[in-house]
């Protein structure tokens, strides 16, 4: 079957999407400090063949460059991220007005060129200034995270028309504090329930920031979804596939529609409230703009 661009209708937005630390590079430049994603890749053995994203594909010194090939390309929206360690570079603190003139050069030329930006405002790459205090298993993360997006706010909001507050947040609590595959290469239970909690409530809470001050923006966030099927027609796989796709499809978005965490079909996610304060749950729920599924 063949498809042309009128298939999609009018209201189909196409674009190119990428995040800061897989193209800016200048991981030092400018009053930049580390990520954990810094960190995590030029720790030796943590990536095949000691890959890192030091210099990425030097978005940083080439924006103008690659914003022409979109212009040339006819894309008119343009998924990005705002790398926190270059604005906020210890997570809290001093603001680096270097990072925020990056960010104002590269979002007024894409505008110029008739590229609309849409801004996720954390991929991944948080300050490791932050993450030496626990990262995401700290609360104190989700109070820095919620200045971070006020800072962002005010300084960008006047031109971003889309933001999406976190991308994907199951992979980078998943993956990061539970497996250790991805930075902060944390492990285990005890890692993984608090960071969970802390990135849902910070999900609710950067939205709220962003309506407060961006009041004629859409607002929206990015879930990681995955089809989840039984490998046999049995009650055994069928509650197997259910457990699973509790974990990977809705341990997120359902906190976001106020319907809590999936605690039924995953017993263990109630050792969370361990780490719940009095009226969390009233703060877990935020009315999106709309929401990005990733697959």
Known sequence: MNFSKEDFGKKFHWGVATSAYQTEGAHNKDGKRDSIWDVFTNTKGNIHENHHGNHASDFYNRYRLDLAIMKAMHIKNFR???????IIPHGDGKINKKGIEFYDRLIDHALALGIQPWVTLYHWDLPYELEKRGGWTNRETLYRFENYTEVCAKAFGDRIEHWMVLNEPMVFTGAGYFLGEHAPGRKGLKNFLPAMHHAALAQAAGGRILRDICPKSDIGSTFSCSLIEPHRPIEKDIEAAKRVDALLNRLFIE??????????EVKILSRVEEYLFPNDEALLPFKFDFIVVQN
Do not use: I, Q
């Open 80 to 86: 990005m991220s705002l790398a926190w360690s270059r």
């Open 255 to 264: 906190p976001a529609l106020g319907l809590g965490y999936p605690v039924k």
